[in-house]
T-cell receptor, first 111, second 115 residues
Framework: TQLLEQSPQFLSIQEGENLTVYCNSS?????LQWYRQEPGEGPVLLVT?????EVKKLKRLTFQFGDARKDSSLHITAAQPGDTGLYLC???????????FGTGTRLQVFP | ETGVTQSPTHLIKTRGQQVTLRCSSQ?????VSWYQQALGQGPQFIFQ???????GRGNFPPRFSGLQFPNYSSELNVNALELDDSALYLC??????????????FGPGTRLTVT
């Protein structure tokens, strides 16, 4: 059962454009993480959000955790070819120790 | 500080065989989680080990088993391999107790192909 849905599944844009990736669930999470994964490699942790309504910025990336702790978004400003990759959100429930991953958003940024 | 390492990088096995995958956790981390990532999908949780004990398990059959050693490295064993077991197997390490599950750091994975 996939509890985290990401949209869009695929995104193909030109360098310099802005984009937003969404991660939605009917479940409430204690924390949510965003990862970026390149082909043949493991996911690399970008950020962890733990407080409802929290906003974190990492250079051109802005992450938001929904007030109800059920959803999150990743906004990239002025995308660059180096941003290309698979973006994964992952949530954790209170009292458990496993990450539930989203379906992933594959981003391609063309120069 | 040494990151998470996994071996082997790639592996080809025949249906019905058994396989052992290995993971060395990041320095200072005492928790290891294993995930299976099929092509085009997000990782699926297999199980987690904390201080050498299994600490949570996903929806995987008993032929998926694991170990964690005193140095916190870990093994994933899969018996009676099936074609659907072909996937990227990811190991992630973290520092935490039984209620801590974020800030997991992943290794590069082992690509298993079952023919």
């Amino acid at each position: 059962t996939q509890l985290l849905e990401q949209s869009p599944q695929f995104l193909s844009i030109q360098e310099g454009e802005n984009l937003t990736v969404y991660c939605n669930s009917s479940s409430v999470f204690s924390s949510l993480q965003w990862y970026r994964q390149e082909p043949g490699e493991g996911p690399v942790l970008l950020v962890t959000v733990v407080t409802g309504g929290e906003v974190k910025k990492l250079k051109r990336l802005t992450f938001q955790f929904g007030d109800a702790r059920k959803d999150s978004s990743l906004h990239i400003t002025a995308a660059q070819p180096g941003d290309t990759g698979l973006y994964l959100c992952a949530g954790a429930h209170w009292g458990t120790d496993k990450l539930i991953f989203g379906t992933g958003t594959r981003l391609q940024v063309f120069p | 500080e040494t990151g998470v390492t996994q071996s082997p990088t790639h592996l080809i096995k025949t249906r019905g065989q058994q396989v052992t995958l290995r993971c060395s956790s990041q320095s200072g981390h005492n928790t290891v989680s294993w995930y299976q990532q099929a092509l085009g999908q997000g990782p699926q949780f297999i199980f987690q080990y904390y201080r050498e004990e299994e600490n949570g398990r996903g929806n995987f059959p008993p032929r998926f088993s694991g170990l964690q050693f005193p140095n916190y490295s870990s093994e994933l064993n899969v018996n009676a391999l099936e074609l659907d077991d072909s996937a990227l197997y990811l190991c992630a390490s973290s520092l935490g107790g039984r209620s801590s599950s974020y800030e997991q750091y992943f290794g590069p994975g082992t690509r298993l192909t079952v023919t």
